[in-house]
């Protein structure tokens, strides 16, 4: 087993307060990085690596953990510019043009949505994304969700069964029906395939008692419960989803006091998509009240054909401090251990002796320049399990 370090890094992230300066991003200055196989075994100053078979000058660039992407709709067909369009000229988003997605993908070969999938994973890769949850809830019938499940988990680990997303076009007459198939023949066929288990609770698509059913059932069934949650108005999807210990309740857009006291003593992490709101001009997440209450907060990039069609998680992270309240500091730790919480993984999102080695060099001397200089493509280089892929 080769080793290889990266030294000479202006300032490395490593999310681990013990290892560098004492505030969660455990900041080293001047520090170097060791690598054995797949994992990190050494971090520290530069000064004081140890020999290795191999090492590369970081020539004073920064090092943070590869970003994890812990919400994304990658297994897709089609095409929604119409409709992006359509509201960037006034008209209101609704959650109903996930139905011009469905159509395409039920239309789609096999070849077609894998091809698609392995597309976009490629395209955040490049931009330092080495660890991405993607869902179902294009297909709603249990062929078609299946089939999304499977060919998700030929890319990626973190797989979601959402077949509850909306009432399937099928049963628009017969939402109670759709919930039957949802937790009964639905996930039979699905649960093999999937970590998670999801559900759209909102305004349109599923209420709370629906949302109960389908993920106390997906539970009873070994997948773990994650929501989308009040994303378009006041609901209790949050608090659902803290009662159920879920992993996290993800856009939390409009919160009430209650539901973010719940977050902050609960075990469920807040996971913010600022794309969503980019993408539809809705109103932006409070990042700040929620930490403030003690909340776990991720910061995902909800890459989807609707509401939000962005895999850069930079770009999210420049949102996020820009729009929504958060420093860069608590903007980079929501990008990679926030949205490791989200998964409820401890192998990723930090850069420590035993993590996985998921790094990411930038060509910058700070983790800070990923908002102080949005949309510039600042990734140099991207190690995934310690080999090096970009």
């Given at each position: ?11 490395l ?58 919400h ?12 992006f ?6 008209q ?30 490629a ?27 499977r ?37 039979e ?47 209790p ?8 210990d ?37 109103d ?107």
């Amino acid at each position: 087993m080769t080793s290889t370090a990266v030294t000479h890094i202006a300032s490395l992230v490593t999310n681990d307060p013990s290892l560098g300066n004492g505030t969660p991003l455990g900041l080293i200055h001047d520090a170097a990085v060791v690598i054995e196989g797949d994992r990190v075994v050494w971090t520290g100053e530069s000064s004081k690596a140890p020999a290795t078979d191999n090492v590369l000058d970081a020539a004073g660039r920064a090092v943070v953990p590869g970003f994890v992407d812990s919400h994304s709709h990658l297994v897709f067909a089609g095409d929604r510019t119409e409709e992006f369009n359509a509201r960037m000229s006034g008209q209101p988003y609704r959650a109903g043009g996930i139905r011009t997605t469905v159509a395409a993908t039920r239309a789609a070969s096999d070849d077609e949505l894998s091809a698609n999938v392995a597309r976009y994973l490629a395209e955040a890769l490049r931009q330092g994304t080495t660890t991405l949850e993607t869902k179902s809830g294009y297909g709603l019938t249990v062929e078609d969700e299946a089939r999304a499940l499977r060919i998700a988990g030929r890319h990626t680990d973190e797989v979601t069964y959402l077949g509850a997303h909306i009432v399937s076009p099928d049963y628009a007459d017969d939402p109670a029906g759709y919930v039957d198939l949802v937790t009964g023949p639905m996930l039979e066929a699905c649960a093999p395939h999937a970590r998670w288990i999801d559900v759209f609770c909102e305004q349109g698509a599923f209420d709370g008692d629906q949302a109960r059913a389908v993920l106390t059932a997906g539970r009873a069934k070994g997948l773990h419960p994650r929501i989308h949650a009040n994303q378009l108005s006041h609901g209790p999807g949050v608090r659902l989803a803290v009662e159920l210990d879920a992993a996290s309740a993800d856009h939390c857009t409009h919160l009430t006091d209650a539901d973010v006291d719940a977050l902050g003593q609960g075990n469920t992490v807040a996971t913010l998509l600022p794309g969503a709101e980019f993408s539809t001009r809705a109103d932006w997440p409070d990042a700040r009240r929620l930490l403030d209450a003690g909340a776990t907060v991720a910061l995902s990039t909800d890459c989807n054909p609707g509401s939000s069609f962005t895999s850069s998680v930079p770009f999210c992270i420049a949102l996020a401090v820009r729009d929504m309240g958060m420093t860069p500091d608590e903007a980079i730790w929501s990008a990679t251990a926030g949205g490791a919480a989200a998964l409820r993984r401890t192998d990723i999102g930090r850069i420590a002796p035993g993590a996985r080695a998921d790094l990411v060099l930038l060509d910058a001397p700070s983790h800070v320049h990923l908002a102080y200089r949005p949309g510039v493509p600042l990734v140099s280089a991207v190690w995934r399990g310690g080999r090096r892929v970009v």
